[in-house]
Structures are given as C-alpha cells and as structure tokens.
C-alpha cells in the first residue's frame, strides 16, 4: 500500500509537472499597453508606438516603437528594447523576440545581466534562448563573473573574445579567437578557451600563456584549477613546448633570482600564490641564475626534472636520466669563484635558500657513470690576466724604442716607417728591416766589387810589357 501510494503521488507529480510545462509553452503573447495600434499592409502585422509593452508567461519587454507578426509570433522592437526575466534582464537599442523558439535577440550596446549580481555580459550583438539559459555574444563581447565574498568585496573574472557562449545553468563560458581572461593579477590568453566558474578550472589551446606576478607559463595547450574560493591558482598543467618561468625579486640586500624550465609537459603545484613544485617530464631543461649576475646560469639537464620550492625560493631539485648539471660558486663579494659539472643517471641537488647557492650535491650512476668536476675560474683569469699583461707591456716597450724599426732614405726618395703597434705589425716590421739590410749588404757588396775591378785595370794599363811570353803568363795569371 505505501508503495501503491509513492507510485500514485509520483505520477500525478509528473502529470502537474507535465501541465505546468505544457500551459509555458501554451501561454499567449500579450501586448499589455501601446500609445497607438496601425494594421501594416502585410497580413497580419500590427505597427505599434510608443510606451509599448509585452508579456509572455513570466518575461516581458518594452520599447518605444515595434512590429508584431502574429502568424509568426514574432516582435521587432526599434525604438529601444528593454527584455527582463525571472533570472535576469537585457538591454540594447533594438531587439526582437521569437514567441515559438523563446528566443531573444537584441543588437546595439548590449548590456546583459542576472538578478543575483553574479555576472553581466555587454557587446554588440546577443542572442538568449530563454529555455537552456544560454547567451550567445558573437560581436565584441565581455563577459563579466562576479564573485560575492564574505568581507563584502567582489572579485571579478572578465572574459574577452571575438565569440562567447555562457551557459548560465552550469556557470560555463566558451570562448574563441582573440581569447583573454583576466582575474586580479592573473592574464590568460589563448585562441580558444573553456572557463567552469562552478568547478574552478580553465582549459586553453591555440598560443596559450598564462601570466601571474612572477610567473610565466606557455605551451600548445594549458590547463588551470583555481582553489576552492575561485580567487588564486593551485595548479598549472601545460602540454607539448612546455615553458615555465619563474622570478622572485630582490630583498633585503639580496639579488632577484630567475627560474626557467623546458620539456614536452610541466605540471606546477601552487600555495598561496607561491609555487611548491615543479615537474617537467620528456627533454626535461632547467637553468637558474641571480639577476646581478645574468651571464652564469646554473644548468640542468635530463629526461624528467622536479623542483621543489620553500616561499617561492629553490630548495631541492632532482634531475633524473642521462643527467647533466652545471653550477657556479659565487663568493660573498659577488665574484665568481669557480663551477661544478657533474653527469650521471640521477643528480639530487639541496639548495641553501638564504644565499640562493648550491648546499650539497649527490651523483648516481647506472648506466650513466657518475662524474664531476671543479673548474677555478679564479686561476684561469689570473692567467689570462698575466698574458695580457706580458703583451701590454712587450708593446709598450717596443713603443718606447720610437716604433720605427727601420727608415730606408736613399737621396730623399726612398723612406720606409713600420710602426710595431701590435704582434701582426711587428713581424711585417722584422721583414721589411731583414729586406732592407739585406739588400744594403748586396748593395755595398757590389759597390766593393766594382772598386776592385777597377784597380785592377788600373795597374794593368800602368805596367810595361816585357815580353809576348811574359805578358801571357801574366794574363792567365789574372
């Protein structure tokens, strides 16, 4: 009998639903007021003006001036449209409404919003289909979302696009080119966006980047869960060309620091507005450095990466795969001591986060033998130092000297001056010296030669001849 009676209260419940549903969709359009009524000359048109009103069921609108089909069942309002609902209402400078679909549309500085205060949509361009509670924005839309707290501030989620569709009933937006969402110091941007205010989560593709104070994320498709209160980020996942940047400014004397990581996909977990950890799988990259010392950047390499993070500053890092890392040892004046390089399978690296150096590091090898070096930067610049010095001052002395290695003068028309300002110089001056010597020496020789030979004629035309016989012997002599 009580099952009986359950059975019998849920088919009348449904019958009552039924007739409720049914008497909606039978209820008549009425024109509840119009200053004056003119019949148009297409059959069943009524031209209507000023302080028009209608009412449908539980929605009405009014404007100052409309055309009424009545065989269609169909209102265009020009002269402004006011349309209002259980839920909400809209306004625009013109609008129209479909009795049989239950559509409005409006057009012209739109301006949409729900009875609650939770969100308010304003463009060019509306449709509402009043049975699923959507709106549709196809012309330079903004949709507003409102979040009502406790302390009595709001917080506000705007949504820009060249298309919007918002259904109201699940708190779910849609949006498409151009898409950026923006709530406090968070900016989101992609080519096409899903937004579940009712579940707190963002999905993005096409270009996604997601931009917060200190943090940057880009890849080919990005997705974000908001916490509980809808009002910070607790989680960032991003998929294929994953990017991540993080920077924490400079405190108290200390220098900023900056983050960076790359793979095929990067998960982020974030407290408070702070990040905890950072994973980043498949080709995984990493490097970190201080922003007064830019040109040092401490390297990580291997298949997967994970960062883990004390009030946004480095504390542990693990690097696991074919693992490669590089890190500089800063001292206290801010100089750069020397690095470490270390390879291996895995490398776990603890991080003092006070001084924003390298604590300890621990290498393992499998397959990938673990090895490490240190490399002291301050001895290599000291030699580099020192050679510099040696030629500055090779320079400066031959500089002393005059600069001239050599001055070639033969009658005023022949004049050379090598100067030795640099190496290349100076060995273009050691030939050009060597030539000329040597070209003096054969010069002077010759010079020699010829006095000689002219000696020698000179004593042989001053010298009698004995005899024929004397005279030859003397010639072979010679």
């Known amino acids: 009998m009580i099952r ?3 059975m019998i209260r849920a088919v009348v ?35 209507l003006q000023g302080r028009v009103h209608f009412v449908h069921d539980t929605i009405q609108f009014r404007t100052q001036r409309a055309s009424w089909n009545k065989n ?7 002269g402004g449209f006011l349309f ?19 559509v409005a549309t409006a057009t012209g500085d739109v301006k949409a919003a729900d009875s609650a205060g939770s969100y308010m949509f304003t463009g060019e361009h509306l449709i509402y289909d009043r049975k699923q509670e959507i709106l549709t924005m196809p012309d330079k839309p903004k949709l507003f979302q409102f979040e009502h707290q406790k ?10 696009a060249k298309r919007i569709v918002y259904n109201k009933k699940e708190s779910f937006a849609e949006a498409f080119n151009s898409v950026k969402v923006t709530q406090k110091d968070m900016v989101v941007t992609c080519d096409t966006g899903y937004f579940d205010r009712k579940n707190n989560w963002l999905s993005m593709k096409g270009h996604p980047t997601c931009d917060m104070k200190n943090y940057h994320l880009t890849g080919d498709s990005l997705f974000l869960v908001l916490d509980e209160s809808g009002k910070s980020l607790k989680s960032a996942l991003v998929i294929r060309n994953a990017h991540g940047v993080q920077q924490e400014d400079a405190k108290k004397g200390s220098p900023g620091s900056v983050t960076e990581a790359f793979g095929d996909t990067l998960y982020c977990e974030f407290a408070n507005n702070k990040i905890e950890r950072l994973y980043v799988n498949l080709n995984a990259k ?16 291997g298949n997967r990466l994970d960062l883990y993070f004390k009030k946004g500053k480095m504390d542990y890092a693990v690097v696991s795969g074919k693992a490669q890392s590089t890190y500089f040892y800063v001292k206290k004046d801010r100089s750069v001591a020397g690095k470490n390089e270390a390879a291996g399978d895995t490398i776990n690296i603890v991080f003092d986060a006070q001084k924003n150096a390298v604590k300890s590091l621990k290498l393992l090898g499998n397959s990938t033998m673990a090895s490490g070096r240190y490399i002291d930067l ?10 510099e010095a040696a030629k500055q001052d090779s320079i400066a002395a031959l500089q002393k000297e005059g600069g001239t290695v050599a001055t070639l003068d033969k009658k005023g028309t022949e004049k050379a001056n090598i100067e030795m300002s640099d190496e290349e110089k100076k060995k273009k001056a050691q030939k050009a ?14 010079e020699k030669k010829k006095a000689a030979d002219g000696q020698t004629q000179k004593t042989d035309e001053t010298t009698p001849v004995k005899n024929d016989k004397n005279a030859k012997k003397e010639t072979e002599k010679k």
């Not at 269609?72 to 020009?78: A, F, K, M, S």
């Not at 301050?378 to 130092?385: F, G």
Request: net charge neutral; glycine share 6%; charged share 25%.
């Open 378 to 387: 301050e001895k290599e610049n000291r030699n580099k130092a020192l050679k």
């Open 151 to 160: 302390d009595s501030t709001i917080d506000t989620v705007t949504i820009e």
């Open 84 to 102: 209002t609902h259980p839920s909400g209402s809209i306004q625009a400078q013109t609008g129209m409404y479909n009795k049989k679909k239950e």
């Open 4 to 6: 009986l009676a359950q």
């Open 286 to 301: 990493g490097f970190f450095y201080e922003t007064d010392l830019p040109d040092y950047r401490n390297l990580m390499d």
């Open 72 to 78: 269609t069942e169909v209102v265009q309002c020009d």
């Open 13 to 47: 419940g449904g019958t009552l639903l039924l007739a409720v549903l049914a008497a909606a969709q039978s209820s008549p359009l009425i024109m509840k007021h119009a200053d004056s009524l003119a019949v148009a000359r297409t059959y069943g048109t009524l031209l």
């Open 433 to 446: 010296l060597h030539a000329f010597e040597l070209r003096k020496r054969m010069k002077d020789m010759a």
